[in-house]
């Protein structure tokens, strides 16, 4: 008799080089990682939760030079934000159903250490992949890595996929 899926929580996020729609290289190295050693042929065997964290803007403008003057302005302004995380995790979705592979995606708002953390404990994957930008001592001091954080703090177990040397931007800190 075979049991439930192997559910995989992939946390998933646009490229700071591209912009969305466009997934981060982290984001896509890490989702290639599992496809290639842990779902390989078993497609019917697993089931990828992606989840994409928006980080809100302190001032809500994501910083554009705009004027807002009517409430339509603002319904337009985080319909464009929603539709922007969509458009990225289509891409993801997409490819499973390619493949065969069930999916699920959806989409929060916040600090993304935190609410990854967070959806693992709400959601209960049986491990979560997230990608690692390898970034040095002197540059996770000033930048943070949710990766780390998720290592720490998520319950469950936490495989991290660092991209390789030549997948690196210039600057690190990129993805």
């Not at 990682?33 to 939760?49: A, D, E, M, Y």
């Not at 959806?106 to 990854?116: A, Y």
């Not at 177990?157 to 600057?171: F, G, H, L, M, Y």
Request: glycine residues 6%; contains cysteine; hydrophobic residues 35%.
């Amino acid at each position: 008799m075979e049991g439930e899926p192997t559910r995989i929580m992939l946390a998933v996020n646009e490229s700071t080089i591209k912009g969305y729609p466009n997934a981060s290289i982290s984001s896509r190295k890490a989702f290639e990682w599992t496809l290639q050693k842990i779902v390989r042929s078993n497609t019917s065997g697993f089931k990828l939760l992606f989840l994409h964290v928006q980080v809100p803007d302190e001032d809500g403008f994501d910083d554009m030079d705009s004027v807002y003057a009517s409430p339509e302005d603002f319904k337009n302004m985080r319909h464009r934000d929603c539709a922007r995380g969509l458009h990225l995790l289509e891409f993801f979705v997409e490819r499973c159903h390619a493949i065969g592979v069930g999916c699920e995606a959806w989409i929060k708002k916040g600090d993304p250490k935190e609410v990854i953390c967070h959806e693992v404990k709400r959601v209960q994957p049986d491990f979560l992949v997230v990608g690692c930008r390898g970034l040095g001592p002197f540059q996770r001091v000033f930048v943070g890595t949710v990766s780390e954080f998720c290592v720490k703090h998520a319950e469950c177990p936490v495989i991290t996929i660092k991209r390789s040397a030549e997948e690196t931007p210039q600057d690190p800190v990129d993805d």
